[in-house]
T-cell receptor, first 115, second 111 residues
């Protein structure tokens, strides 16, 4: 296990289609986060999980977005009825909830282009 | 929720000079402040972090300072090198929960 893995790396989809991304965190990490990053901006928080529980969702996360982490391991982020404004890099990160280390490890991201 | 502001948005320095990037945060409950470096087309990578129980932390040419009263923290890079060129992001959170990031600073180190 060498890091956080995200698939696919790139996704081009037509407006109105549904897309699903997958994130496999570092195996011993119980926390998993989804962020969205657009060009020239910092990562924007979307949601996070502790084990299988989704603990917080950003107000930015419209009802077209849904995330799951069914067994507390990998997670999926689905976007329904994609819009051109959804085009961005979707980053996943994981961390281990300890007293001494709060640092996130990011995956390489999934770049979504909606045409 | 937490709001993080970062300045400047771009910074250009001569190789060997120092670079300073500043961030402010809004939530006094935040107690963890990491800095990430992101090279073009790559993932953000943690370079240094600081917790609210200390005022300064150093790691070779990189240091971070924190002023809890004023709710601001800064990244200092000394003896800059061309390979330090990247986008740097500050962030704030409480115990690593739902971290909020600044908008980033594009640092260019000119040889």
């Amino acid at each position: 296990d060498t890091g956080v893995s995200q698939n696919p790396r790139h996704k081009i989809t037509k407006r109105g289609q549904n897309v699903t991304f997958r994130c496999d965190p570092i195996s011993e990490h119980n926390r998993l986060y989804w962020y969205r990053q657009t060009l020239g901006q910092g990562p924007e928080f979307l949601t996070y999980f502790q084990n299988e529980a989704q603990l917080e969702k950003s107000r930015l996360l419209s009802d077209r977005f849904s995330a799951e982490r069914p067994k507390g391991s990998f997670s999926t982020l689905e976007i329904q009825r994609t819009e051109q404004g959804d085009s961005a890099m979707y980053l996943c990160a994981s961390s281990r909830d300890t007293t001494f280390n709060y640092g996130y490890t990011f995956g390489s991201g999934t770049r979504l282009t909606v045409v | 929720g937490e709001n993080v502001e970062q300045h400047p948005s771009t910074l250009s320095v001569q190789e060997g000079d120092s670079a300073v990037i500043k961030c402010t945060y809004s939530d006094s409950a935040s107690n963890y402040f990491p800095w990430y470096k992101q090279e073009l087309g790559k993932r953000p990578q943690l370079i240094i972090d600081i917790r609210s129980n200390v005022g300064e932390k150093k790691d070779q040419r990189i240091a971070v300072t924190l002023n809890k009263t004023a709710k601001h923290f800064s990244l200092h890079i000394t003896e800059t090198q061309p390979e330090d060129s990247a986008v740097y992001f500050c962030a704030a959170s409480m115990r690593g929960n739902d971290m909020r990031f600044g908008a980033g600073t594009r640092l260019t180190v000119k040889p």
